[in-house]
């Protein structure tokens, strides 16, 4: 995975993205299916997950919440 550091804050953010956008919601994907996304994603060094309130009307943050939780 390659990472490149943010700004001046010296973090390193990957420079893959997990969009969480379809997490929740009719029609997509279910809550195990989202964890198993994540960790994958985890899994490979992505560290940089995209999540909205505006994500299936939050329910989207709650889904990555509990899967990073575990």
Not at 15 to 33: A, E, K
Not at 41 to 57: E, K, R
């Amino acid at each position: 995975m390659r990472y490149r550091v943010l700004g001046g804050t010296g973090m390193r953010v990957s420079t893959y993205c997990l969009g969480t956008m379809m997490f929740g919601g009719i029609g997509n994907p279910d809550h195990d299916d989202c964890a198993r996304i994540t960790h994958a994603a985890l899994d490979a060094g992505v560290n940089f997950v995209d999540t909205a309130d505006m994500y299936s009307a939050g329910e989207s943050e709650i889904i990555v919440g509990k899967a990073l939780k575990g």
